[in-house]
Structure formats: structure tokens, C-alpha cells
């Protein structure tokens, strides 16, 4: 078994490795994680802002205390910085470290610890920018008494709007969709009532980000 100590404690390496298409190769990864001394990989061929990732998930179902999740960039395992800072809190949560083998962060460390929380805040500001701004245009709206018509499609700007105010649930879906131009029935294609992307909402902001 392939391990690596922190003071007394031995941990597990547990890789993760991931390309977004079919046509791009995971060996570089794989070597670079079997170099770093990792016991197990997980792998998965998906886009970044694709939530299905059967690897991912099956990673996250064979973690244990102890374990240490090892990635050759940050890039490879979160679909957003948001996504990524709510992985690494729920590693540290189940007393589990993390590493990624280019930028250097290493969580079993204070120094590692310390990067993520201001990356962390980060993620925060930016979700709460969004939806301040996206609060101030519902309240000019309903300021106007505007019903005003529909968009037919959504942009990669307002989905990503969206799902900060879904998630939010400080307004109505009615509220959002009249702010952002669209019905119900389209917002819910592009973003679910809990804030995530829909499939389709992925492949918008991916497509186009």
C-alpha cells in the first residue's frame, strides 16, 4: 500500500483524474498521480460544468478518515470555484486531506488550510455580488410595475444569475423569471430549483463561458 506521512500519521493517496473529452488522454494524469504515490485513481471523461461525473462519485463514496485526495490541478475536480471550495470543505469535514500536485496546496498543512479559506471567502463574494446586483434589478422592476414580454433563451450570464438566486431563495421563482426576461418552464430547464445547472445550463455556460 502506497501511503504518505503527516508527523506520525500515515495517509492514503487516492487520485482523481479528468479530461473533457474523449479525444484528450488521461496518461500524463495518471502518471503524474502514480508518480506523487497514489494508490487508487478515479477517472472520468466529462466537461467541467458537467454534473454527472460517475468517477467523481465513486471516489467520494470510497473516502475514509485519513485519506488524502490527490490532483494534478485544481481545474480537474471542481466545476467552479464554489464547487471546488464545498469538495474541499466536505473533505476537511470528514477528516480527509487534499492535494494538488501543480499549484502546490496541500490542506494537511496550515498553510493549505489557510489558502482554501481565502479562496473560500472568494467563492462567497462573488455568489453574494451576484445576487445583490440581480436583487437590484427585481426591485427596479417591481419599482416600474414591469411585466413585460419574454426572452425565448437564456445566456450564459443570466443562467449562471439564476442559479445564484435559485440557490438564494431570497425571491419567487416568478420574481426571477420575470427579472430575467424568461417563463418558469424555461428557467427550470437551465437551472434547478436548489440552485444546481441542469444539463442544459452546463453545456450553456460551458459552451460559451
Request: aromatic residues 4%; contains cysteine.
Amino acid at each position: 500500500m502506497l501511503c504518505y506521512t503527516v508527523g506520525t500519521e500515515v495517509r492514503v493517496l487516492i487520485g482523481y483524474a479528468r479530461v473533457s473529452t474523449a479525444e484528450q488522454r488521461l496518461d500524463r494524469q495518471l502518471d503524474a498521480l502514480s508518480e506523487a504515490g497514489c494508490e487508487r485513481v478515479f477517472e472520468d471523461v466529462s466537461s467541467g460544468a458537467k454534473t454527472e461525473r460517475p468517477g467523481l462519485d465513486r471516489m467520494l463514496e470510497s473516502l475514509r478518515e485519513g485519506d488524502v485526495v490527490v490532483i494534478t490541478k485544481l481545474s480537474r475536480l471542481g466545476r467552479s470555484l464554489k464547487h471546488l471550495v464545498e469538495l474541499v470543505e466536505r473533505f476537511r469535514a470528514q477528516g480527509i486531506g487534499f492535494r494538488s500536485l501543480t499549484e502546490g496546496f496541500d490542506t494537511t498543512t496550515a498553510g493549505g488550510r489557510l489558502v482554501f479559506s481565502i479562496m473560500g471567502a472568494m467563492a462567497e463574494f462573488e455568489r453574494e455580488l451576484i445576487v445583490e446586483r440581480t436583487r437590484s434589478g427585481l426591485a427596479a422592476a417591481r419599482a416600474r410595475g414591469r411585466v413585460g414580454g419574454r426572452k425565448p433563451v437564456m445566456t450564459p450570464r443570466t443562467v449562471r444569475m439564476a442559479a445564484a438566486l435559485m440557490a438564494d431563495r431570497s425571491n419567487t421563482v416568478g420574481e426571477i423569471a420575470e427579472e430575467l426576461g424568461v417563463s418558469r418552464r424555461t428557467l427550470y430547464r437551465y437551472v434547478r430549483p436548489n440552485g444546481a445547472l441542469t444539463k442544459k445550463g452546463a453545456q450553456l455556460t460551458t459552451q460559451q463561458s
